[in-house]
């Protein structure tokens, strides 16, 4: 039997598997920034400010009207995993935690009962492009803990343990473990941090002609690969290119093939949480009467108000890489 239990074309966002809800891969090539840390408004002219998707000249503003990025908006019942390969984002929310974080860095923000935060992405170079790659994955939490307190949580570059193979190819284990390298700890109510979910985040990267056996894993495990660099690679007998993804067997190895192009794939896999999934834009439940709980709740407590002056707050062009977390603790790391 085929490794490959399914070869799809990929949308958006991506198809994802139980315990992962939805992903997207955003590659926005921006220009210099002005002063405010957005485009020079002459090159917003014919956009849709607001609801902007368009990939007009090679980047897109999403929800914002200045400076690209989401604005303040709620969230409910599941975890954001966002991973930055590229530029920055500029973090806020409702607990009073705030960062600036980028060029490989992870926030992990568990949901939990509710919060509200922005996602901005400040074009910090004035002299040169500022390129923004990132995947934003949304991993569901069980019911249990659909409702535990908010928790917002860095993963730093310098703490992903990237795992350098004898072929040349590099697995950055956001999530897991590889070859005894395991990832920093995920948040505590995460479905990552329970025993026996198996799961993973790794992102691959592929020098041309190599190749890499991805190992088994647990019998019952989702597993999605996904490529998202390369136009001539395979998985053991199916070819596969960017814009693509495999489902597999978690108990079979898969042989990974570069071919005369650099390849590079993010895997997703963990055990199925096993339960109803009721979602309505920002909120993820369990059931229909939760879901309408989660509107009733925001309309209400606005998820603890937004202590920020703007919904749409940008860090000083000058300022590195740094979070205040809710408690007060500051952490801060070098620019790359």
């Known amino acids: 039997m085929s490794v490959v239990l399914e070869h799809m074309e990929l949308g958006f966002p991506w198809t994802c598997l139980d315990p992962f809800l939805f992903t997207v891969h955003h590659l926005d090539h921006y220009p210099e920034g002005h ?19 368009t990939y007009q000249d090679g980047w897109s503003m999403y929800h914002g009207d200045k400076i690209p990025g989401f604005p303040q908006h709620p969230h409910r019942g599941f975890e954001t995993v966002t991973v930055v390969r590229h ?15 980028g060029e490989g860095d992870v926030q992990w923000l568990t949901t939990g009962s509710g919060i509200m935060h922005a996602e901005m992405f400040p074009l910090i170079h004035q002299d040169a492009p500022n390129t923004m790659e990132l995947f934003q994955i949304w991993l ?19 703490e992903i343990p990237t795992v350098t193979l004898p ?20 948040p505590p109510d995460s479905w990552a941090s329970q025993p026996g979910s198996d799961l993973a985040i790794w992102l691959i990267r592929m020098p041309a002609d190599s190749e890499w056996t991805l190992p088994p ?34 108990e079979q190895p898969a042989r ?5 192009e650099n390849a590079e794939f993010l895997l ?5 949480i096993a339960a109803p999934v009721f979602q309505m834009g920002p909120f993820v439940m369990n059931s229909p009467e939760e879901l309408q709980q989660a509107f009733v709740d ?3 407590t606005q998820f603890g108000g937004w202590p920020w002056a703007r919904p749409d707050p940008v860090h000083d062009r000058t300022e590195g890489r740094f979070a205040l977390h809710a408690d007060g603790r500051v952490e801060h790391r070098e620019m790359t």
């Not at 072929?167 to 920093?184: C, F, K, M």
């Not at 597993?223 to 001539?232: A, E, I, Q």
């Not at 997703?268 to 199925?272: D, E, K, N, T, V």
Request: overall charge negative; glycine content about 12%.
């Open 35 to 53: 002063t405010h840390q957005g485009p020079h408004p002459d090159l917003l002219a014919g956009r849709p400010i607001g609801t902007d998707f």
């Open 256 to 260: 990974l093939a570069a071919g005369s």
């Open 87 to 101: 530029g920055f984002v500029d973090h806020s929310d409702s607990l009073g935690a705030t960062a600036r974080y």
């Open 298 to 300: 925001y309309r209400t």
């Open 140 to 158: 569901n939490l069980p019911p249990r803990n659909k409702m535990v307190p908010a928790y917002f949580g860095m993963l730093w570059s310098e």
């Open 268 to 272: 997703l896999q963990g055990r199925p």
């Open 217 to 250: 894993t647990a019998p019952g495990v989702n597993r999605m690969l996904y490529c998202f660099v390369g136009s001539d690679a395979g998985v053991d007998a199916t070819a596969i290119q960017k814009e693509e993804a495999v489902r597999l067997d978690p």
């Open 167 to 186: 072929s040349g190819v590099t697995v950055d284990v956001i999530a897991g473990e590889l070859d005894g390298h395991r990832a920093p700890a995920a």
